[in-house]
């Protein structure tokens, strides 16, 4: 028989949604990341890849794996999704692209450049404030607070209920994993977070000048329709917050645990750019997405059926000693080019520039008010089916 010879995928006896997993993902990893290419993993019903350059290729082959079907384990054509699909997470081209580029123009880096000496101006009161003041929770008073302080504003969102905004991100985040107590439990805790999310999409609720607003004044345009621009409004809201939250915790969390390198950084500020990137890399705040697959298809030499979940572990890539050196080493002045915390492709995060603007706005308020960045207890864990969340993160910041 000629032919390509492809051989049955191995199974790993691992549960990657279980709570201890959960807690300590990283430690799994390098179970993942040699069991092969490619894995099944019983527990959940579905393949797995952890290593940096089949989950770099699977992100970038978006026809053989894609995302209509859902980016969680839920498969759409079988299931009926928690919430009416994301047009952008959950779409794939050619909609996919038309929305993208609609977003794209309203989350464009000109409209951020406007802001940004008033959130540097706001990042600073707030590490001014923070200096000094002994031990405290960096978690509400810092990795929530700043976002909490320029996105809701940017999206054009009104004052009341931006409480909200937290709740329901974290079920949107669980909801991409199995039906588990961690969804049950933040689903019953934001039952009003989704309705007062629905409300905050809609036209009427939203400010002149917002990216909110930009979105309808499109649909105006004819780019989408005006069911549409409240469904992408949605989309700000749900990916806008718990990731940038999580992505500061974890850079403070970084330099907490690696004092060295917030010394470095002291020394060349002009690195801050490349320690944002490297935390990300590091700690991983988006920890996994699904795909599907819409075709037969062959991994390394082993066959993955059509219609078939496949599990990424864009964390796992990003600490792959394949690709990396001294993987669980935070290294600011590492070559972080090609790290998938962001993904990869025509799905890679629309707020990207958002995300490195708010974590560049909180490194540089550090750095001109804090010398020292002290661990204080324990950093605990907010476990999340999606996210490496941090729940508390108790600090010292020692004044410059
Ligand atoms: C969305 C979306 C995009 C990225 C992440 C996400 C819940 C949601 O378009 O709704 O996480």
Known sequence: MTGNMTSRVPDLD???????????PFAAHPRLRDAGAVMFLPAIGCFAMARHAQVQDALKDFATFVSGRGVGLADFLKETPWRPPSLLLEADPPMHDRTRGLMNRVASLSSLRTVMPEWQAKADALAAQL???????????????FPLSVFPDLIGLRQDGRE?????ATVAFNAFGPRNALLAETMEAARNATEWVAQSCRREMLLDGGWGMKVFEAADRGECTHDEAERLVRSFLTAGVDTTVNGIATLVHAFAAFPEEWQRLRAAPGLVKKAVEESLRWGGPVQTFFRTTSRDVAIAGHDIPEGAKVLLFLAAANRDP??????????????????????????????????RMEAE?????????????RPAGP???????????????????LPA
């Open 14 to 24: 691992i549960d990657p949604f279980d709570p201890a997993f959960l807690e300590d």
């Open 361 to 373: 706005a909180v490194a540089n308020a550090l750095l001109k008010h804090v010398s020292e960045i």
């Open 131 to 145: 200096v000094g003041r002994g031990a405290f929770d960096a978690v509400p008073a810092l990795a929530e607070a």
């Open 379 to 397: 950093l605990r864990r907010r476990l999340n089916n999606t996210l490496h969340a941090v729940g508390e993160l108790p600090i010292e910041l």
């Open 164 to 168: 909200n905004l937290i709740p329901y």
């Open 322 to 355: 394949r690709k990396w050196t001294d993987p669980d080493r935070f290294d600011i002045t590492r070559q972080t080019s090609g790290h998938v915390g962001f993904g990869f492709g025509i799905h890679q995060c629309l707020g990207q520039m958002v995300a």
